[in-house]
């Protein structure tokens, strides 16, 4: 199953002096050992954010994600306390326009029922990343990645949070701020990423927090780029 939304079309879900965040869209359920996300358009200088889980649970080398073929930096990657959830977040800033591109990510094995991604875009910023901060759980209601530093405005809070769950499980409310965004999920079994972001319009600290989830086995991650 796949879904997408390109940038000509799509409109801003947030802006905030000058910087806009879109949601590319989710990928889910193989049927192979990787997802992707077509049809993706990106202009110089945007920052692509593309997260992953799964339940093939290893290290953070068992996935990796690319555009056309050029891989992104893998910010951060989280392994749930019970060694089931693995949740990535990747990032690369765009140096020339994309039309039409394609996003992978790959895992070692194939495992359709267990396999998610999500890809958002932010234009306007330099895209460093700043800090990055994880945590693992077992089983939660209130998955939270703790939280970074404060970094000086203009940046973006973005947040991911994986658990052993369904589409049909509660989502949970964002706390901190945060927007609550795309939801990734596979349908059969056990898989479901959720994203949360902020544009600041002050110095702030990033923070991945879900309160009243339905308690299931987690990861948080959290990550301020400027």
């Known amino acids: 199953m796949l879904t997408g939304i390109s940038?000509?079309?799509a409109w801003p879900f947030f802006q905030h002096h000058g910087r806009a965040t879109v949601a590319l869209g989710t990928s889910v359920g193989g049927p192979g050992a990787s997802l992707t996300l077509a049809g993706i358009n990106l202009a110089p200088g945007d920052l692509l954010l593309v997260g992953t889980g799964s339940d093939l649970a290893?290290?953070?080398t068992d996935v990796s994600v690319d555009i056309n073929g050029v891989g992104l930096d893998q910010d951060g990657a989280e392994v749930d306390a019970g060694v089931f959830v693995l949740c990535s977040m990747n990032s690369r800033l765009i140096p020339a326009a994309i039309v039409g591109g394609t996003i992978t990510a790959s895992w070692p094995v194939a495992d359709p029922d267990n396999m998610v991604m999500l890809a958002r875009k932010v234009s306007n910023l330099a895209g460093l990343l700043e800090e990055e901060v994880?945590?693992?759980f077992g089983f939660t209601t209130t998955p939270d990645s703790g939280g970074t530093a404060i970094y000086a405005a203009p940046g973006f809070h973005w947040g991911l949070v994986c658990c052993l769950?369904?589409?049909l499980d509660t989502l949970g409310?964002?706390?901190f701020s945060m927007t609550a965004?795309?939801?990734a999920s596979t349908v059969a079994i056990k898989v479901d990423l959720k994203e949360g972001y902020r544009i600041p319009a002050a110095p702030a600290a990033a923070r991945a927090h879900l309160h009243a989830q339905t308690s299931r086995r987690?990861?948080?991650?959290?990550a301020y780029y400027s």
Do not use: K, Y
């Open 173 to 175: 409310t964002w706390q």
């Open 218 to 222: 987690s990861v948080a991650l959290a």
């Open 181 to 183: 965004g795309q939801r």
């Open 134 to 136: 994880q945590a693992g």
């Open 7 to 9: 940038a000509p079309t």
């Open 165 to 167: 769950g369904r589409a």
């Open 58 to 60: 290893g290290t953070a």
